[in-house]
């Protein structure tokens, strides 16, 4: 068997995996359709086209976030505590496949939602975009779910099984909320949207406000750059928590 | 068959996006934002900026301006069909106020090239005021500034503002105030600006008018329901002027430190003061020009307002100390809680018309003066002070005068000197660069072998009638050479009569004598001492040299360096004098060298 061919299999068992866990695969794709569909096209403000495109961003966003961390902070937790993880080390298949099959479900799923939102804006929205913004939006927004994972992948080497899902949503929610995904940042009081800076979200979140000229206003270098630095630390902090789990076992 | 799948699902993804909606061209949403260029409508919405109200900073990003005015404040983009300006998150504050000029030409013109988008006149001509009323007042495309003014001062017979060769009216007594007062509010007068020096002032330059006027003239401007701002000089002088009932000071004062009761009088009496540092600053330490704005001089400052900078004033007596005095009373003045307005006193020696106003706020910010209260003092203070009711504020209703600046004005105030873009009348100003002095190679000017022709510029009588002096002059060529007759009499305070050669055919760039080391001609006469007077574009006060001439043809060489204080690379205009008395003299050969 050759090394491609044991990627693709990982990656396609993986995804079955996690596609036979509805428990999983619901609130994943339900929840950021739901949610904008009320508060982006619903509760717009009358008269505004702007919001449900604002709202578009900043919910997709949202939508990839959740996956790419509960894939990798769920499944690895619970593979470390039932030794999977020991198991699939011991098989010849490199852990790099293991990881990357995670990332290839991740980025299955930021699709679907993708997929969702943009024909729900579409459809009941009546956001209307230029092909080049449309696609510019869905790209960043699949790459836009590499730091996520990141962190899932860092809780997931560091937390118990029992312990990960409620530390992801403790995570996951209140970062969405202080991004200004939920609501506009700037109905935020002052102080929280001064800490909205701390967070992966808000960037990623201004860089896709930024395609559609409707983010703050700071430079577009600035967001990147603090997206490639988060995720650098990330992965140092991995490799790390990596490095000391791996050599306990050995 | 895997294959099959997999283009499958790419082919479903690319078609998923074809049909993604696009904006049609009725579609109301523009996402893509044009640059501040766009100069083609007064209506738009401008962001993300950081904006200055004039009073204070604010959390909103967006402004929306309709037909000039500011319509609303949007803490996010507005839903709008106005053409969207990318702000590029830059600062953007109020058009400057600047509460003490003399305008005329085109000082309002200057003005609004530096973003100085109102301008308060304390003494100019009434019809040119008169004539700037229908600008002021709507928000047509223009390319300057708005103007308010006092028309004529109030003075006394030879007192301070007649002395400018212009025949204005003044007042004797209490008694004629209110007519007086009635005259200017006739003639078009926004506010009444009077000149007082006390009898108890240490120092008295020309004569002023009693403190029973002073007080009467106040009164009739109360009744009349204009506002009375007072010249002082001295301490004296501002303290009877504040009791008396001034609404403000003009200027501020170096004679002596401010008194604890003048700051108490005018805090608690909100009494308001343009300290006019700039003017004062030329009077004394005379540094700062040199240090902003000479050593790399903006492309905007013409030649005219360049010689004005460097322009000084002639007594030279009063030691520079005084200007840390000067400094100190500004700083006590902010401390108490006065209300201070940035006034430049522009055309006067040390001042152009704008660029000083910034100058202004940089001295104010030195002097001690917060930040904050910097930019307000040529904001909304002015506005407050003088109760205009559409300038000096970014507030719905107010007019679009916008400035907008690349650097935090709380952290860089001299970022105000290169504005990323200026508006005025919610228009996009673009100021067209200065036309540059044409440079004079040395060699002949003139010969008088074939006329009155010079090589540039041309030739002109010139005497002070044209000032209401007494002196005359009149020229003509005679076999091969100039003549002049004419009589220099008393009269005007500057008396003269001569001829005039104009350098170039626009007084105001002249011409670039950088290449230039004498002036060179010959001359003969009736016996005496003559003077060569040279003017720095834009300036009314020459420099002179005296030279003696007698009944003989002699040849005068006169290098360019005896001229000190002349701008060289403007020089508008040389003037050849005859003696006191009736003369006449004959001019010939005038060549550069």
Not at chain 1, 124 to 137: D, M, P
Not at chain 1, 138 to 144: F, K
Not at chain 2, 88 to 116: C, E, K, Y
Not at chain 2, 519 to 538: C, E, H, M, N, V
């Amino acid at each position: 068997m050759n090394t491609l061919a044991i990627y693709q299999k990982e990656a396609w068992y993986d995804l079955i995996s996690v596609w036979r866990t509805p428990g999983f695969v619901l609130p994943a794709l339900a929840f950021p359709l739901v949610f904008y569909l009320f508060f982006g096209v619903l509760f717009s403000p009358s008269g505004s086209t702007s919001h449900a495109v604002y709202m578009l961003v900043t919910y997709s966003c949202f939508g990839i976030m959740g996956p790419a961390m509960f894939n990798f902070a769920m499944s690895i937790a619970s593979d470390r505590a039932q030794g999977w993880l020991t198991l699939k080390r011991l098989s010849p298949m490199p852990v790099s496949a293991y990881l990357l099959a995670k990332m290839a479900t991740s980025l299955v799923f930021a699709l679907f939602i993708i997929l969702l939102l943009f024909s729900a804006a579409a459809i009941f929205g009546e956001v209307r975009l230029y092909h080049s913004q449309w696609l510019g939006l869905a790209l960043l927004l699949l790459l836009g779910t590499v730091p996520f994972a990141l962190i899932g992948l860092l809780l997931g080497l560091t937390l118990s099984d029992k312990a990960a899902p409620g530390v992801v949503n403790l995570l996951y929610l209140p970062m969405a909320f202080l991004s200004g995904l939920w609501l506009p940042v700037t109905m935020l009081p002052q102080f929280l949207q001064q800490l909205a800076w701390l967070w992966p979200s808000y960037h990623l979140s201004q860089l896709g406000l930024k395609l559609l000229a409707l983010d703050q206003g700071q430079p577009l270098l600035l967001h990147l750059t603090i997206l490639l630095v988060t995720s650098t630390v990330l992965t140092l902090l991995c490799l790390l928590v990596f490095r000391r789990y791996t050599g306990a076992k050995s | 068959m895997k294959s099959l799948v997999f283009t499958a699902i790419a082919g479903v993804l690319v078609l998923f996006f074809l049909l993604l909606p696009q904006p049609d061209a009725t579609s109301q949403l523009k996402p893509v934002a044009t640059a501040v260029s766009d100069a083609t409508s007064n209506s738009f919405v401008l962001g993300p900026v950081k904006v200055f109200d004039g009073q204070q900073w604010r959390k909103e990003r967006y402004v929306e301006v309709r037909d000039g005015r500011v319509q609303q404040l949007h803490p996010d983009k507005p839903d709008s069909t106005l053409p969207l300006i990318d702000g590029h998150n830059q600062w953007l504050m109020p058009g400057l106020i600047d509460a003490h000029v003399h305008a005329w030409g085109d000082a309002l013109q200057q003005a609004l090239n530096f973003g100085v988008t109102t301008a308060l006149d304390m003494f100019g001509d009434q019809q040119f005021l008169v004539a700037q009323k229908a600008a002021r007042a709507g928000t047509e495309r223009t390319d300057q500034a708005d103007m308010y003014g006092a028309g004529v001062l109030v003075t006394a017979p030879k007192g301070h503002g007649t002395q400018y060769g212009i025949e204005i009216p003044v007042i004797e007594r209490p008694e004629q105030a209110s007519d007086f007062v009635a005259a200017r509010l006739a003639e078009g007068s926004d506010y009444i600006k009077i000149v007082y020096t006390s009898a108890k002032a240490l120092r008295h330059f020309r004569p002023s008018i009693d403190l029973a006027t002073l007080q009467a003239v106040i009164d009739a401007a109360k009744a009349q329901g204009l506002l009375a701002v007072v010249h002082i000089a001295d301490l004296p002088s501002a303290e009877e002027a504040i009791a008396a009932g001034a609404d403000g000071l003009v200027h501020s004062f170096f004679s002596e430190p401010v008194s604890d009761e003048l700051l108490q009088l005018m805090a608690s009496g909100q009494r308001f003061v343009i300290p006019t540092m700039t003017v004062m600053e030329g009077m004394l330490a005379n540094q700062i020009n040199e240090e902003l704005l000479l050593q790399d001089p903006p492309a905007l400052l013409t030649a005219a307002a360049i010689s004005s900078l460097q322009q000084r004033f002639g007594n030279a007596q009063i030691p520079p100390e005084r200007y840390q005095l000067l400094a100190g009373n500004t700083k006590k003045m902010a401390e108490a809680g006065i209300l201070l307005l940035a006034g430049s006193d522009a055309p006067n020696p040390n001042t152009a018309h704008g660029v000083s106003l910034l100058v202004e706020m940089v001295l104010l910010q030195r002097a001690g003066v917060p930040n904050l209260q910097v930019l307000q003092s040529a904001t909304s203070a002015p506005a407050k002070a003088f109760g205009l009711q559409e300038v000096g504020y970014l507030r719905p209703g107010y007019k679009a005068d916008m400035l907008l600046l690349s650097q935090d004005p709380m952290a860089e105030l001299t970022t105000l000197l290169t504005p990323a873009a200026i508006w005025k009348n919610g228009w996009l100003h673009q100021p067209e660069l200065p036309a540059e002095s044409t440079a004079v190679t040395a060699g002949l000017i003139a010969d008088f072998n074939t006329g009155l022709t010079a090589r540039s510029g041309g030739f002109a009588a010139s005497s002070d009638s044209m000032m209401q002096g007494k002196s005359s002059a009149e020229i003509r060529v005679q076999q091969g050479a100039l003549q002049v007759t004419g009589t220099t009499r008393p009269g005007f305070a500057y008396p003269w009569a001569g001829v005039a050669w104009q350098t170039a055919d626009s007084m105001e760039t002249g011409s670039n004598f950088s290449d230039i080391s004498h002036i060179k001609f010959t001359i003969r006469g009736t016996p005496g001492q003559y003077r060569l007077d040279a003017f720095s574009a834009g300036s009314f006060m020459p420099v002179s040299h005296r030279f003696a001439v007698t009944a003989d043809w002699q040849t005068i060489e006169l290098p360019l360096s005896a001229f000190s204080g002349l701008n060289t690379e403007a020089v508008s205009m040389l003037l050849w004098n005859g003696p006191e008395g009736e003369f006449q003299f004959e001019l010939d050969d005038i060549e550069l060298r």
